[in-house]
């Protein structure tokens, strides 16, 4: 039950994109494609941006997007705005019905 | 509107206990599981704990396994976390969240927590 690794800040210009790795292991991102990511603002809840690796709930944004390949899934944020400027957590599946969330990354809009 | 909101928060000394609650709206409650997910101070997200919809099966983190209860209350739209000798390292907001494990393996509504404070 280690924590999924993320960078601790990603930067970037308004309009640029930016991608955020999660890497796991064998035993969570690598075995299932049910990586989710979540967009947390200071002092509010996290917030759900994608399921099940790349899928969208409705009302987010397609300027955000989700891949996965072996025990690394990526988040890109294209046409970077400054209401992106979060924290940016990814969570796996971990077999057992447990889960893993990932670092925290911290997203800022230069 | 799915609304989720926790409450029992609180100040508590190291060995303490306490129990938070989680009152549920706007959906239906027992078709759903149900999960915990704390966040330290300045930390990140961690997973706690999550309950089936009938209560038949429970798991926690390892953290967590032999101090932290957590059950549901159906008839009342009710979650709980019953924590008994809490740590200092236990301290932390409290969030309750609908589990999606079993379709989607995710957790689509989140409450607005509850902070626990472990310190003498």
């Known amino acids: 039950q280690s924590a999924l690794t993320q960078p601790a800040s990603v930067s970037g210009s308004p309009g640029q994109s930016i991608t955020i790795s999660c890497t796991g292991t064998s035993s969570d991102v690598g075995s299932y494609n049910l990586v989710s990511w979540y967009q947390q603002h200071p002092g509010k809840a996290p917030k759900l941006i994608i399921y099940e690796g790349s899928k969208r709930p409705s009302g987010v944004s397609n300027r955000f997007s989700g891949s996965k390949s072996g025990n690394t899934a990526s988040l890109t944020i294209s046409g970077l705005q400054a209401e992106d400027e979060a924290d940016y957590y990814c969570?796996?599946?971990?077999?057992?019905?447990?889960?893993?969330f990932g670092t925290g990354a911290k997203v800022t809009v230069l | 509107e799915v609304q989720l909101v926790e409450s029992g928060g609180g100040l508590v000394q190291p060995g303490g206990s306490m129990r938070l609650s989680c009152a549920a709206s706007g959906f239906s409650f027992s078709s759903y599981w149900m999960s915990w997910v704390r966040q330290a101070p300045g930390k990140g997200l961690e997973w706690v704990a999550n309950i089936k919809q009938d209560e038949s099966e429970k798991q926690y983190v390892d953290s967590v396994k032999g101090r932290f209860t957590i059950s549901r209350d159906n008839a009342k739209n009710s979650l709980y976390l019953q924590m008994n000798s809490l740590r200092v390292e236990d301290t932390a907001v409290y969030y309750c969240a609908r589990d999606r494990r079993g379709s989607y393996f995710m957790f689509d509504y989140w409450g607005q927590g509850t902070l626990v404070t472990v310190s003498s």
């Open positions: 969570c796996s599946y971990a077999g057992s019905s447990t889960y893993v």
